[in-house]
């Protein structure tokens, strides 16, 4: 199994105050499988995101990624394989405002062995157009795809988003998703995308749907559809 999480407990503050946040929890992911975590806020799908990139530390339980257990790193390996083998994608997209578009994209390529040839991704994330402006010259979705595109240009084993279309428009938020539709099926990248809008389930290829830190539902999707037809 590519990914594969067992048993992962997670809690916050001590004695009376203490709460925990994940319950529990069981998942495998397949290689290149989009993966919707879905829940209201406070259902520890974020928790449970940045426990999987290695951003917070379980209290219980192990994640292996293509065999290598997380917990067994060090500090140093588990920062480098963060670095090498993970992309991460937030509502904020966190450029930085005096490098172009291209150079904000470049900063990704070099923390990766083996990154994505520019040129090509930049015609992916339709910026092809906008590759010389700053970020200040960039409506809010370009800036997503530039932000998206540094993730992506890394070459990353696993895509984590965090809410990514959380800070758009409707309009805007369907191009993202269309553009992480893309990359899924490009460079069959696994992405694990944190969301609490319902219709995004519709085109992932596993749904995971968290309540109170525990799984009430994980299921694949039979009836997957393209994201240019999503509603809400």
Request: proline share 1%.
């Given at each position: 199994m590519f990914l594969e999480l067992k048993g992962i407990?997670?809690?916050?503050?001590?004695?009376?105050?203490?709460?925990?946040?994940?319950?529990?929890?069981?998942?495998?992911?397949?290689?290149?499988?989009?993966?919707?975590?879905?829940?209201?806020?406070?259902?520890g799908k974020s928790t449970l995101l940045n426990i999987i990139g290695g951003i917070d530390d379980c209290d219980e339980g192990s994640i292996s990624i293509e065999g290598k257990i997380l917990e067994n790193m060090s500090e140093k390996q588990l920062s480098s394989y963060r670095r090498e083998h993970l992309g991460y994608i937030f509502q904020q997209y966190n450029l930085i405002p005096d490098l172009t578009v291209r150079e904000n994209i470049e900063t990704g390529a070099y923390l990766s062995k083996h990154p994505l040839e520019i040129d090509p991704l930049v015609d992916v994330l339709g910026l092809k157009e906008h590759a010389d402006k700053l970020p200040a010259q960039l409506s809010g979705?370009?800036?997503?795809?530039?932000?998206?595109?540094?993730?992506?240009?890394?070459?990353p084993n696993i895509l984590l988003c965090d809410e990514p279309?959380?800070?758009?428009?409707?309009?805007?938020?369907?191009?993202?998703?269309?553009?992480?539709?893309?990359?899924?099926?490009?460079?069959?990248?696994?992405i694990i995308m944190v969301t609490h809008n319902d219709a995004f389930k519709d085109m992932a290829d596993r749904?995971?749907?968290?309540?109170?830190?525990?799984?009430?539902?994980?299921?694949?999707?039979?009836?997957?559809?393209?994201?240019?037809?999503?509603e809400w």
């Open positions: 407990r997670k809690s916050y503050g001590e004695k009376e105050n203490r709460v925990e946040v994940l319950k529990d929890i069981d998942i495998e992911v397949e290689k290149g499988e989009f993966v919707i975590l879905l829940g209201p806020s406070g259902s979705g370009q800036q997503q795809r530039t932000s998206i595109g540094r993730a992506i240009v890394k070459n279309t959380g800070a758009l428009d409707y309009a805007t938020s369907k191009e993202i998703m269309k553009l992480i539709e893309t990359v899924n099926q490009t460079y069959h990248t696994t749904v995971i749907r968290l309540r109170d830190g525990q799984i009430r539902k994980n299921y694949k999707n039979e009836t997957k559809i393209r994201a240019e037809d999503l």
